[in-house]
């Protein structure tokens, strides 16, 4: 099946720093990818919609200049969290449509945790 | 828009026992159903989905669920569940024409041996 890589797994930084996690769609092209936050024990929050070429488009609510996103290729999509502060604490999941694949099914990464001192 | 009941949180059951994870869902549009698996520290599993055509719907690990129209439910069953499916479980709805899902809170599943 189509497989998602997200990049770091793990990462600890300080706080006003910014951190880069990678999603990889690995065997197949990704025209839209999502990005999630999920807070412990809590579900999956859409931060924002990624498309290649063009700007995502981001939910409600989430700072865009905070949390930015490039999709510059059809296999790469890169969450960047600027001036990353303790409620950046989170666990990001990114998933990605096969371009192929005419009905929903979505493929999800790994997850990245992230912890800020 | 697109919403998740999932109406429990939490789940205990004896190993081998079956259970039942209950989800409905509302939706002004024709929607597609997903339950997903997720591990500890770890991303989602696509457990089984619906799209169309037949309403029961079987998935890995021995799950099945079936997709009810007018009861707006998407209930996932397995007949004897085993330690290993400890986990927590998110059933989603896509509306069609969108590849956006919105999840429910999740249910986490305890298998007791």
């Known amino acids: 099946g189509a497989v998602v890589s997200q990049h770091p797994s793990w990462v600890i930084c300080k706080s006003g720093t910014s951190v880069k996690i990678e999603c990889r769609s690995l065997?197949?092209?990704?025209?839209?990818m999502f990005w999630y936050r999920q807070f412990p024990k809590q579900s999956l929050m859409l931060m924002a919609t990624?498309?290649?070429?063009?700007?995502?488009?981001?939910e409600q609510g989430v700072e865009k200049d905070k949390f930015l996103i490039n999709h510059a290729s059809l296999t790469l999509s890169t969450l960047t969290v600027t001036s990353a502060h303790p409620e950046d604490s989170s666990f990001y999941i990114c998933s990605a449509r096969d371009r192929r694949l005419p009905l929903g099914e979505l493929f999800f990464g790994e997850g990245s945790r992230l912890t800020v001192l | 828009a697109q919403s998740v009941t999932q109406l429990d949180s939490q789940v205990p059951v004896f190993e081998e026992a079956p259970v039942e994870l209950r989800c409905n869902y509302s939706?002004?549009?024709?929607?597609?159903l997903f339950w997903y698996v997720q591990y500890p520290n770890q991303g989602l599993q696509l457990l089984l989905k619906?799209?169309?055509?037949?309403?029961l719907v079987k998935g890995i690990n021995g799950f099945e669920a079936e997709f009810n129209k007018s009861q707006t439910s998407f209930h996932l069953r397995k007949p004897s569940v085993h330690i290993s499916d400890t986990a927590e479980y998110f059933c989603a709805v896509q509306g069609a024409g969108s590849y956006q899902l919105t999840f429910g809170k999740g249910t986490k599943l305890s298998v007791i041996p």
């Open positions: 939706s002004s549009v024709s929607v597609y």
């Open positions: 065997d197949f092209q990704a025209t839209t």
């Open positions: 990624s498309n290649e070429g063009s700007k995502a488009t981001y």
């Open positions: 619906y799209l169309s055509g037949s309403t």
